[in-house]
Nanobody, 123 residues
């Protein structure tokens, strides 16, 4: 059973940065594909970024390309998500997700989820 424990989010000013982590237990990061999603009230979870099981490939939503990055540690236990140049429209609950199959961008195809963490960007 995979468990995902997310770090706390926070309140940042527009233009600021924040780093989120997602600690994996039950499997190493190399055994699962990792996704990063966000959700605002009344909307479906939106793909933000992802990293393949090998860690060699990443993918990003157009809205965050060049500002956000996702990476894994060498031990395969933690995935880091760095957010730079934050905008008020980045305000959301951010989720870490994992699946045993290949990397995909569809939230419903992920098997395991973190509890989510609130990120609020003030203007």
């Amino acid at each position: 059973q995979v468990q995902l424990v997310e770090s706390e989010g926070g309140l940042v000013q527009a233009g600021g940065s924040l780093r989120l982590s997602c600690a994996i237990s039950g499997r190493t990061f190399s055994g699962v594909a990792m996704g990063w999603f966000r959700q605002t009230p009344g909307k479906e979870r939106q793909f933000v970024a992802g990293i393949t099981r090998s860690g060699s490939n990443t993918d990003y939503a157009d809205s965050v390309k060049g500002r956000f990055s996702i990476s894994g540690d060498n031990a395969g236990q933690t995935v880091y998500r760095k957010m730079n140049s934050l905008k008020p429209e980045d305000t959301a609950v951010y989720y870490c997700a994992a699946r045993s199959g290949p990397f995909v961008t569809t939230a419903s195809r992920y098997d395991y989820w973190g509890r989510g963490t609130q990120v609020t960007v003030s203007s």
